[in-house]
């Protein structure tokens, strides 16, 4: 995922959000609490490739001027389901 922006203020958040979202990203907001501060944070993605991260950093960088940050999760090796397995 791309970790995009912070905000302070929610609805700001929520307009950035709409933006993406209209612009046909997949994001939302996780709001949390740092050094007691109400903190909104805009994430884009998952993406499962690392390239389609970079490049959606690249436009999200060049059009909307934002400064995002990849995020690697690693899978659980038990969430994808194993070719070789018989059912």
Do not use: K, M, N
């Amino acid at each position: 995922s791309l970790r995009v922006a912070l905000f302070r203020d929610e609805a700001e958040a929520a307009d950035a959000l709409t933006r993406l979202l209209d612009a046909g990203y997949d994001g939302t907001l996780v709001s949390g609490e740092r050094g007691g501060v109400l903190l909104y944070e805009l994430v884009v993605g998952p993406y499962t490739e690392v390239e389609a991260a970079q490049d959606a950093a690249a436009v999200l960088s060049e059009v909307y001027d934002y400064e995002p940050a990849i995020e690697l999760i690693e899978r659980d090796s038990d969430s994808e389901p194993d070719p070789e397995a018989t059912p």
